[in-house]
């Protein structure tokens, strides 16, 4: 393999949803965070020694190998299965560290205070999961069976989305006057069968009809 080429190919494509640049590892717990992302995601590439810019650095010390592995055994919860290879560049070693999407979500990652939080991959950002990935994840492993008929609240739902784009939990507990909890349980129940999807924009969540 003409490694390379293949890395910039790679540093060609930029950040993204599945590709995320290390300049170094100072902080197994930040590494851990994308590892998370990653996994509770699609998968993805950790470039390590590499600048935002695409600038090759190379790893500085070989503690940067274990800092990975720390992060995925240590500082993950379940641990993160990944495939790591080294590449030489000129003299200088770019880490290439492959996260496969998981199997037993949601992964998280700890903080500094050792509490644990789940993270997602939108498109360059780890960004933090709310309690309605967390449900539909926790519900993915029941039998989904079929709708028999709708509650009320359920109907108010979609009700609303045939009218307005999209809604967030906040307006649909105001809306149908129901707690964060049962409104958190039918988002997601609905984003399971298909019937709505979240997107995320300025900074927030929000709920629209799946087209």
Known sequence: MDHK??????????????????????????????????????????????????????IRTEEEIYMIE???KLYCQPTVPYEMSTHDIDGRTVLEVIVPPGKNKPYYAKDQDNRLWAYIRIRDENILATPV???????EGKQQGVFVHYTKPEEQLLDYLT????????????MARISRLK???????????????PI????RFYFQGSE
Do not use: M
Request: glycine share 10%.
């Open 133 to 139: 990935h967390l449900k539909v994840w926790q519900q």
């Open 200 to 203: 995320f924009e300025n900074h």
């Open 70 to 72: 720390a992060a995925a």
């Open 163 to 174: 009218s307005h784009p999209r809604i967030t939990i906040g307006q649909y507990c105001r």
């Open 5 to 58: 080429a293949y890395i910039y190919s790679l540093i060609g494509e930029g950040e993204h949803q599945q590709q995320d640049f290390k300049f170094e590892i100072s902080d197994a717990r930040k590494i851990a965070k994308t590892l998370s992302a990653f996994s509770n995601t699609e998968g993805g590439r950790l470039l390590i020694g590499v600048k935002d810019n695409g600038k090759i650095a190379g």
């Open 183 to 197: 409104a958190e349980n039918t988002l997601a129940k609905f984003i399971r069968f298909g019937l709505i999807e």
